[in-house]
Nanobody, 115 residues
Framework: QVQVVESGGGSVQAGGSLRLSCTAS????????MAWYRQAPGTQRELVAR???????NYADSVKGRFTISRDNAKNTVYLQINSLKPEDTAVYYC?????????WGQGTQVTVSS
């Protein structure tokens, strides 16, 4: 059983910053990738950023240059530094942990950006 817990969401004004954290715990054999997704009301969940165990990353075009994903493999923790927030970044942000026999999601953390 794997537990995934996110933290760090909140309400900020446009232009502000937040740092999201996500930690996976439990019976984990290997993690291939950790990622952040987001889902705004009435929309599909979309990939925001992903980081692989080797350190390579990919980002959605809409967040490139503003979001930075990083990872502490020893702690099974992934971070998402979010800068220059825009109202359209408002969403529930979900952490995903993926491995050969693992695909786990957190409960999500709300990010609200006001103009």
């Amino acid at each position: 059983q794997v537990q995934v817990v996110e933290s760090g969401g909140g309400s900020v004004q446009a232009g502000g910053s937040l740092r999201l954290s996500c930690t996976a715990s439990g019976t984990i054999f290997s993690i291939k990738a950790m990622a952040w997704y987001r889902q705004a009301p009435g929309t599909q969940r979309e990939l925001v950023a992903r980081i692989f165990s080797g350190g390579s990353t990919n980002y959605a075009d809409s967040v490139k240059g503003r979001f930075t994903i990083s990872r502490d493999n020893a702690k099974n923790t992934v971070y998402l530094q979010i800068n220059s927030l825009k109202p359209e970044d408002t969403a529930v942000y979900y952490c995903n942990v993926n491995g050969a026999v693992l695909n786990a999601w957190g409960q999500g953390t709300q990010v609200t950006v006001s103009s």
